[in-house]
C-alpha cells in the first residue's frame, strides 16, 4: 500500500515530514502527462478531501499551476480529475480560492462546461466552479463575468441519461453563486428560481 492510501484509509494527517514523501511524488506525476497525471490529479484531490491541513500542504508545493495546465492540455477525465483535485483544494478558504484563480484556473473551467464530450470533465468543472465560490462574493463575481451563469443553467436542464450528479453539481455551483446578494438579478434572469440555502435550485417554467 502507497503512504497516501495508508494515512487516507486511517483518516490521519500528514506530519509535516511526511508531507515530500506523500505529496511531492503525486506532484511529479502531474508532469508526466497521460495516465500518470490523471493518477496523480486522482490521488490529490482524494488527500485533499476533508482536511485543511492536507491542503495547505499540498498548495505549498506549487500544484496549482500543474492541475491548471492539466485541465487546459490533458485527455479526457484528466480534465475532469484535475478539475476535481482545484475544487478540493479551494473549498470553503478564500486564501486558495483566490490562489486557485491566480493561478489561471477559471477560464480551462469555463471552456470544460462548453465540451461535449464528457459528461465527467462537465461535471467536476461545475464542481470545481461552485467550491471556488463558496463563502466569496470576489470569487462568485469573477465566475459570472467569465461566463459560467447560462453554461451551468444549460448543464441543469440537460435530460440525458446517467447525467443526475452532473446535473446536482451545477444545481450546488448555482445555488453558491446565488448566496452572493450582487448576483441575484443575473440569475433570476437567467430563468433560475429562488435557490434555497440548503444548496438547491428550482428552474422557473
Not at 480529475?81 to 486557485?100: D, H, I, M, P, V
Request: charged share 20%.
Amino acid at each position: 500500500m502507497c503512504s497516501c492510501e495508508s494515512f487516507l484509509q486511517r483518516g490521519e494527517e500528514f506530519p509535516d515530514l511526511q508531507c515530500r514523501r506523500v505529496v511531492h511524488p503525486l506532484v511529479i506525476l502531474l508532469k508526466e502527462g497521460s495516465q500518470g497525471a490523471m493518477r496523480g490529479a486522482q490521488a490529490l484531490g482524494n488527500l485533499a478531501y476533508n482536511s485543511e491541513h492536507r491542503k495547505a500542504q499540498i498548495v505549498k508545493t506549487g500544484v496549482l499551476l500543474l492541475l491548471v495546465k492539466l485541465m487546459k492540455e490533458g485527455l479526457e477525465g484528466a480534465k475532469g480529475l484535475a478539475a476535481n483535485a482545484l475544487g478540493q483544494l479551494a473549498f470553503n478558504c478564500e486564501e486558495r480560492s483566490a490562489l486557485t484563480v491566480d493561478a489561471g484556473a477559471l477560464q480551462p473551467l469555463i471552456e470544460m462546461l462548453k465540451e461535449e464530450g464528457s459528461g465527467f470533465d462537465r461535471g467536476q468543472a461545475a464542481f470545481a466552479l461552485g467550491n471556488l465560490a463558496v463563502n466569496s462574493d470576489d470569487r462568485s463575481v469573477q465566475i459570472v463575468n467569465a461566463g459560467a451563469l447560462p453554461l451551468l443553467v444549460a448543464l441543469l436542464k440537460m435530460n440525458e441519461p446517467g447525467w443526475k450528479h452532473i446535473k446536482r453539481a451545477a444545481e450546488v455551483a448555482l445555488a453558491h453563486l446565488s448566496n452572493c446578494k450582487a448576483l441575484r438579478a443575473q440569475i433570476d434572469a437567467v430563468g433560475v428560481g429562488r435557490l434555497s440555502l440548503t444548496g438547491y435550485c428550482c428552474l422557473l417554467a
